[in-house]
């Protein structure tokens, strides 16, 4: 199985970790943390060939600067990453550092390389492809567009990297076995040592600044769990405070609703009330009648009384007018 060592390079910012990130887990980190220098191994089948990838997730900000050459000279090949919201010039400027530092290293004019546009889910973009693949091509190296976020062209990018040094191994292949002249070899060997000479001052550099940042590495290892707290004490305290104005509102809502039963009750009342009332109304109604209507019925009586009385002495004094006739007419036949 093969292994191939790429090496992922690019200003701060512009997605490195968040790229490998997806390919290896298949996860987007949405937090920027910015790396130092992380290694992820994964194995892969790239037409038809099983293969190891060793990616290498490298700093891009310019404290760091001084470990670059120690990863370009392991690297086999490299993904120069540009963010698409960073002007035209500012992105190339920083992609074509990276190129001629690593030609530098690797002291070749040619290195399997693959120019990528991150972040191609965002609305806004200052490069497109139109103004990217014609720096891709004056570098003859293959471009392609990624986003982290919905990972696009992910797999494109690496795989398209590998094929790349599959084609460069084929290419410089048949030239291994080739032994140079002797007095070129002699030629070259002052250079050479000028290199390693400048080599090795660069890795002491590399190895003081590697001193230097321990203690900020350690610092910053320190105080990562303490963030990660801090993060989810934040998370909790959010979720309280949620829960207290859910808690709020649901006592409002409760008073609300007391306050409607009271009022419903006070509605009844006031309806048990007006049906009384409307019932004494209409029982003093009644009443009233049964009272004009007793006065009538003893106005009846008095009259009928008097009416009686009126006849009883009506006819007393015609049972006395008709005795009065008998006598008359007894006094008249007498006299006849």
Same mark, same amino acid.
Do not use: C
């Given at each position: 199985?093969?292994?191939?060592?790429?090496?992922?390079?690019?200003?701060?910012?512009?997605?490195?970790?968040?790229?490998?990130? @997806? #390919?290896? @887990?298949?996860?987007?980190?949405?937090?920027?943390?910015?790396?130092?220098?992380?290694?992820?191994?994964? @194995?892969?089948?790239?037409?038809?060939?099983?293969c190891l990838l060793d990616i290498l997730d490298t700093a891009?900000?310019?404290?760091?600067?001084?470990?670059?050459?120690?990863?370009?000279?392991?690297?086999?090949?490299? #993904?120069?990453?540009?963010?698409?919201?960073?002007? %035209?010039?500012?992105?190339?400027?920083?992609?074509?550092?990276?190129?001629?530092?690593?030609?530098?290293?690797?002291?070749?004019?040619?290195?399997?390389?693959? #120019?990528?546009?991150?972040?191609?889910?965002?609305?806004?973009?200052?490069?497109d492809a139109k103004q990217a693949r014609p720096v891709a091509d004056s570098y003859n190296i293959p471009y392609v567009e990624t986003s982290a976020?919905?990972? @696009?062209?992910?797999?494109?990018? %690496?795989?398209?990297?590998?094929?790349?040094?599959?084609?460069?191994?084929?290419?410089?292949?048949?030239?291994?076995?080739?032994?140079?002249?002797?007095?070129?070899?002699?030629?070259?060997?002052?250079?050479? #040592?000028?290199?390693?000479h400048d080599t090795i001052q660069r890795l002491r550099q590399k190895h003081d600044t590697i001193q230097r940042l321990r203690p900020k590495h350690d610092t910053i290892q320190r105080l990562r769990p303490k963030h990660d707290t801090i993060q989810r004490l934040r998370q909790k305290h959010d979720t309280i405070q949620r829960l207290r104005q859910k808690h709020d509102t649901i006592q409002r809502l409760r008073q609300k609703r007391d306050t409607i039963q009271r009022l419903r009750q006070k509605h009844d009342t006031i309806q048990r009330l007006r049906q009384k009332r409307d019932t004494i109304q209409r029982l003093r109604h009644k009443h009233d009648t049964i009272q004009r209507l007793r006065q009538k019925h003893n106005t009846i009586q008095r009259l009928r009384r008097q009416k009686h009385d009126t006849i009883q002495r009506l006819r007393q004094k015609h049972d006395t007018i008709q005795r009065l006739r008998q006598k008359h007419d007894t006094i008249q036949r007498l006299e006849t």
């Open positions: 199985m093969t292994e191939y060592k790429l090496v992922v390079v690019g200003a701060g910012g512009v997605g490195k970790s968040a790229l490998t990130i @997806q #390919l290896i @887990q298949n996860h987007f980190v949405e937090e920027y943390d910015p790396t130092i220098e992380d290694s992820y191994r994964k @194995q892969v089948v790239i037409d038809g060939e099983t891009g900000q310019e404290e760091y600067s001084a470990m670059r050459d120690q990863y370009m000279r392991t690297g086999e090949g490299f #993904l120069l990453l540009y963010f698409e919201k960073i002007p %035209f010039t500012k992105s190339f400027e920083d992609i074509n550092q990276y190129r001629e530092q690593i030609k530098r290293v690797k002291d070749a004019d040619e290195v399997p390389m693959v #120019l990528v546009g991150n972040k191609v889910d965002l609305p806004t973009r200052t490069v976020k919905t990972r @696009q062209g992910v797999d494109d990018a %690496f795989y398209t990297l590998v094929r790349e040094i599959r084609k460069y191994k084929e290419r410089k292949g048949p030239k291994k076995g080739k032994k140079k002249p002797r007095l070129r070899q002699k030629h070259n060997t002052i250079p050479r #040592l000028r290199q390693k």
